[in-house]
């Protein structure tokens, strides 16, 4: 199969944009199929910088599909400014280069304001979500009472949703105390935004089986971390969806064969935005040193990412449950100047030793980190674009990654330019 998905290993932003980016080269259809605009992936092309949120990081190649599939929620109002956006960048967005599920839910503004009021109630239990509305989003799918895009082509049905959706949350809204939403100015938004959304909806299942037949390369593009995985992930503190790719079927519509080759994005730290645990966050000069070094700022919401050394005990896990065939290791460049670098490789739980994350609420914030100590190579990596040019310390790093996650480097990313790219075996070819 053709086909390569790729997912973040960890707690996002591990670089899956720059990499889908790098990769969509050798694709013909790029398809995000889960999570919605709290996603913020970059891109760095010859000096130009892109965030995509829920655009297809392939979007800025010519001549290459870009799909929004049905797993992922839309916000229509957040997809047309993020259009205009990338258009103002100099790319030509249509309906030849981009499709959108038309059985895709989407996010309205009571979603947003439903999110906020409940993170505001949790008070100090609070997620740190990135207050789009997301997992509202995804509730109102699950219950059934969701907007789906195919909904904008029918008014009167489209009117009787709006107002059953909002009897259930402007109940809720009016317990916390928060401002409840009209039918009708919900209804009037969502009519004036309908012709810009719908002329690029159709049904993406059937377009990605001509692609099948046709046998063309498809690549789909994971948003969030499988540590965020509603199942998976260190849960409550996750997002709303399925990350893993076994995910790319069900939110793309195709078969589970079809997912092809996993490819597992990988930061050579650890970063997580928002609450939750984080066994080897660095709460000192290193986890300091490791944000500044590597600019790590949310691209969505401009927060400031948690940082802690690289935790193999976590990845291992990850590997594992995505069936990640290989990886991608990126930021190496961030470890360039550390005289000592660590690397998490198991767990204690009270005495005992363990080599997983437990899927308990209290032991996962009970955990503490067994390390490996490592030299630091300090010289420079950024930019490197071949094996050789990297010190034999950074080498010994990364082979030893792979040897306690379980799975090989297919690409090594040493800047956030897409170039500075190393190819170590071709997840589409094979080679
Ligand atoms: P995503 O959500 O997984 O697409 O990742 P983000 O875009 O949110 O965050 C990754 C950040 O690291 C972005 O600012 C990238 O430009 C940057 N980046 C990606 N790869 C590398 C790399 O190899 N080295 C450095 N220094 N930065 C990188
Ligand atoms: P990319 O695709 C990092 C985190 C939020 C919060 C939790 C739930 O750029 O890697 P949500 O708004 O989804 O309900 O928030 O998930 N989160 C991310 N963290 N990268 C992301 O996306 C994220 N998307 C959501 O910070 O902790
Ligand atoms: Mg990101």
Same mark, same amino acid.
């Given at each position: 199969m053709p086909n390569v998905a790729v997912v973040g290993s960890q707690w996002g932003d591990e670089g899956k944009g720059k990499i889908v980016d790098w990769l969509s080269s050798r694709a013909d259809v790029v398809v995000r199929f889960q999570g919605g605009h709290n996603a913020g992936h970059t891109l760095v092309i010859d000096g130009v910088i892109y965030k995509l949120h829920l655009l297809p990081s392939g979007i800025v190649r010519k001549g290459k599909l870009s799909i929004i599939g049905n797993g992922v929620v839309i916000d229509p109002w957040a997809l047309m400014k993020e259009i205009e956006d990338v258009r103002a960048k100099g790319v030509e967005i249509s309906p030849a280069n981009l499709m959108v599920a038309d059985n895709a839910s989407l996010i309205l503004p009571v979603h947003g304001a439903v999110d906020r009021a409940l993170e505001a109630a949790r008070g100090k239990g609070q997620i740190g979500t990135t207050g789009r509305g997301i997992g509202p989003a995804y509730e109102d799918k699950t219950a059934r009472r969701g907007i789906r895009v195919c909904d904008l082509m029918h008014p009167e049905l489209l009117r009787e949703k709006v107002d059953r959706l909002l009897v259930h949350h402007n109940a809720l809204l009016k317990g916390l105390g928060a401002e409840t939403f009209g039918t009708e100015q919900v209804y009037d938004s969502l009519m004036q935004i309908n012709g810009n959304l719908l002329q690029y909806a159709g049904p993406v299942w059937k377009r990605l089986d001509e692609a099948r037949q046709k046998g063309e390369r498809v690549l789909f593009e994971g948003a969030q971390g499988i540590m965020l *995985? %509603? *199942?998976? #992930? =260190?849960y409550p503190f996750v997002t709303s969806s399925n990350t893993v790719a076994a995910q790319a079927a069900t939110g793309a519509g195709v #078969?589970? @064969? $079809? %997912? #092809?080759y996993v490819l597992g994005i990988t930061k050579a730290y650890t970063t997580r935005v928002g609450s939750g645990p984080f066994p $080897?966050?660095?709460?000192n000069d290193v986890g300091e040193t490791l944000g500044r070094i590597g600019h790590?700022?949310? =691209? =969505?919401? #401009?927060r400031k990412r948690r940082c802690g050394w690289f935790d193999a005990a976590l990845v291992r896990q990850t590997v594992k449950i995505s069936g990640i065939d290989g990886i991608a290791l990126t930021k190496l460049d961030v470890l360039d100047e550390f005289a000592e670098i660590k690397i998490c490789t198991g767990y204690k739980l009270g005495d005992q030793d363990i080599d997983y994350l437990p899927a308990s609420q209290t032991h996962q914030a009970q955990v503490t980190p067994v390390y490996e100590s490592f030299e630091g190579w300090r010289q420079s990596t950024r930019g490197a674009r071949s094996w050789a040019e990297l010190p034999a310390a950074a080498i010994k790093y990364v082979r030893r990654v792979e040897e306690l996650i379980g799975a090989p480097v297919a690409l090594l990313s040493t $800047?956030?330019? @897409? *170039?500075d790219t190393i190819l170590v075996r071709d997840p589409f070819y094979g080679t």
């Open positions: *995985d %509603v *199942d998976h #992930g =260190t #078969g589970p @064969r $079809s %997912v #092809g $080897s966050e660095q709460n790590e700022f949310g =691209t =969505t919401t #401009g $800047s956030p330019e @897409r *170039d």
